[in-house]
């Protein structure tokens, strides 16, 4: 399994800034995934990162209010601009396994965003 | 499109059996997948299940398929409070991307 690290865990934020977040993993992978999960609803796919490539967005998430970071195996990072109190939610990062018949991905702990 | 959907809320007792029950509408996943959050916690893999089986058990978990009825269910027996978590079910229609359902929170009573 892979061990994914994220920082910050948690932060508070005044609206119209910016935030970024970053995303360690233990080991070269080539999927990353970021993910947010708004309070007590599911998990939604903002974008896939890989090294190498421009991320690609999921649709209704566009690059200039979350642009992405890919700039090796191991480490993503995530900038929420702009925010709004409609942008507090938990944000995951994920690394999918390569070789595997079935879909596995790993998550970090994710980062309590808080806008106010 | 694709969605899936769960019930929110179990509550059992402790040594009881747990029931999460999950539909999808996507019949072209080849695995369909159990993932576990504990509070504060990222998702974890519990279990999946490959689309052509109809049962899979792992120690206290078993998961049921009704591939026809696009119906699929998670059984723990003998929960314990350590079971106590938000389950999410979870599709990858094509092997792509995960949509996930909205998660059962199961709290478990003493």
């Known amino acids: 399994s892979a061990v994914i690290s994220q920082k910050p865990s948690r932060d508070i934020c005044q609206r119209g800034t910016s935030l970024t977040i970053q995303c360690q993993v233990d080991s070269q992978v080539t999927m990353m995934f970021w993910y947010r999960q708004q309070p007590g609803q599911s998990l939604t796919l903002i974008a896939t990162a890989n090294q190498g490539s421009e991320a690609t967005y999921e649709s209704g998430f566009v690059i200039d209010k979350f642009p992405i970071s890919r700039p090796n195996l191991t480490f993503s990072t995530l900038t929420v601009s702009n925010m709004s109190p409609e942008d507090s939610s938990i944000y995951l990062c994920?690394?999918?396994?390569?070789?595997?018949?079935?879909?596995?991905?790993?998550f970090g702990p994710g980062t309590r965003l808080t806008v106010l | 499109g694709e969605d899936v959907e769960q019930s929110l809320f179990l509550s059992v007792r402790e040594g009881d059996s747990s029931v999460i029950n999950c539909t999808y509408t996507?019949?072209?996943?080849?695995?369909l997948y159990w993932y576990k959050q504990e509070p504060g916690a990222g998702l974890q893999l519990l279990t999946y299940i490959f689309s052509n089986m109809d049962m899979k058990q792992d120690q206290r978990l078993t998961v049921l398929l009704n591939k026809k009825d696009k119906h699929l269910s998670l059984r723990i027996a003998d929960t314990q409070t350590g079971d106590s978590a938000i389950y999410f079910c979870a599709e990858d229609p094509y092997g792509q991307n995960f949509v996930f359902g909205p998660g059962t929170r199961l709290s478990v009573l003493p």
């Open positions: 994920s690394v999918g396994r390569d070789g595997r018949s079935y879909n596995e991905q790993f």
């Open positions: 996507d019949s072209s996943s080849t695995y």
